[in-house]
């Protein structure tokens, strides 16, 4: 089949990339807020952490919902309602006026918010045929460093030309014009025929493949290690190195900011080589020594060299395995898998900061505590290798997808 007419698939793309940008910038809103003292007295800023759970505890449930919705109903509708409703929500924040009503509109936030990954997936799938598919989806995932990069440069500098209540409607104001902008912008499918929805008992199909639970398994590893440094490599230099923490958190920077480099690269070298699995591989393999070997360091240019370097393998998985759970899904059933999957996935985010942190607290050891997190991509390597198939298949997932 000929390639999807550029413009417009590269239009949905965009599209896609500011729906999950937005939807990020609004989930880290709060930490800017309290961070910066700008909160009102009845919300602490003990609350953050609370108020994070909640979020994730939506965020999680929503995206097996958000899957179903972009399968049944397609992912133009579900991504416009998902963004209409976070924007109606995240505004509804500015009235929280104690730590419960805003652990409620948190809550509210991630449920509405998790749609919005499993359909700007199943879109990439859809509009973008497996010779470029890894490269759009790698790109699509640039929306989320970019988004961290933003929340912490200009949200900051905002609240210091208005309230805090007026820099969450502002936000939820422009979520949901952006939400009416997919509705308007979004098309299901570059072809005359749109994928096929799904039905109620496909979720029982999607969900009973074993190469799905595997790759779900892959990328909760995968995951433990990423959000692991993530969370807890600044901690560990300062506490565990004596680093300033000017020096530790540059380490982190150039860790995250390698991420925007990394995830388009490496799904354009997917492309190229027509595979996904040993890359998948390599990457995770690679990131892992990269774990065990910043545990050895002792100097500071030395952690944020490495670090830079841990970015982009500690963020090249994603697209890869992305695009193989999409396609293990097909047509009709990429919203559902990448959706199930990914819940599944985001545990291993939630799992090892408490791994690392117990075993920083009972043993002091800053190597250990990396040697904790290179397993989750150690595994997730040998997992990857020994029991997941290549993109071999994705021609005959993906139906009409070229």
Not at 93 to 99: D, T
Not at 291 to 319: C, D, E, K
């Amino acid at each position: 089949m000929s390639d999807r007419p550029a413009t417009s698939r590269w239009t949905i793309l965009a599209i896609a990339w500011l729906a999950l940008l937005l939807s990020f910038i609004d989930r880290l809103a709060w930490s800017s807020v309290a961070a910066g003292g700008h909160a009102p007295t009845g919300i602490p800023l003990s609350s953050l952490g609370s108020f994070a759970s909640a979020f994730f505890a939506g965020y999680v449930m929503s995206n097996v919902i958000g899957g179903l919705a972009a399968d049944r109903f397609g992912a133009r509708l579900a991504l416009a309602a998902s963004l209409a409703m976070l924007g109606v929500f995240t505004a509804g924040f500015s009235l929280a006026a104690g730590v419960a009503s805003g652990i409620a509109l948190q809550a509210l936030m991630g449920l509405a918010a998790g749609a919005d990954y499993a359909a700007t997936i199943k879109l990439m799938t859809v509009w973008f045929g497996p010779a470029s598919r890894a490269k759009a989806i790698g790109l699509l995932m640039t929306a989320l460093p970019v988004g961290v990069i933003v929340a912490n440069a200009v949200l900051p500098r905002a609240l210091g030309a208005m309230s805090w209540q007026a820099l969450f409607v502002l936000l939820g104001a422009a979520t949901i014009a952006l939400g009416l902008l997919a509705l308007i912008g979004l098309r299901e499918a570059p072809d005359a025929m749109p994928p096929p929805r799904s039905r109620p008992g496909d979720l029982l199909i999607v969900l009973r493949q074993g190469e799905l639970a595997r790759l779900a398994l892959v990328g909760f590893g995968a995951a433990w290690g990423t959000w692991g440094f993530a969370f807890w490599a600044t901690a560990l230099m300062t506490r565990g190195r004596g680093l300033s923490p000017i020096e530790a958190g540059l380490a982190t920077t150039l860790f995250g900011a390698a991420a925007i480099i990394a995830k388009p690269a490496t799904g354009w070298l997917s492309d190229r080589i027509s595979r996904r699995k040993p890359l998948i591989v390599a990457v995770l393999a690679i990131y892992a020594a990269g774990l065990l070997l910043f545990g050895q360091l002792t100097a500071p240019l030395g952690y944020q060299i490495v670090a830079a370097f841990l970015g982009f393998f500690g963020f090249s998985w994603g697209p890869l395995l992305a695009t193989l759970i999409a396609e293990a899904g097909g047509r009709s059933g990429a919203g559902t898998a990448t959706g199930a999957t990914n819940a599944l996935q985001q545990m291993g985010g939630v799992v090892v900061p408490l791994a690392i942190g117990g075993t920083f607290a009972a043993t002091g050891s800053f190597a250990l505590a990396f040697v904790v997190m290179a397993a989750g991509p150690i595994t997730a390597a040998l997992v990857m290798a020994l029991f997941c198939r290549d993109a071999d298949y994705a021609p005959r997932a993906t139906g009409a997808a070229a």
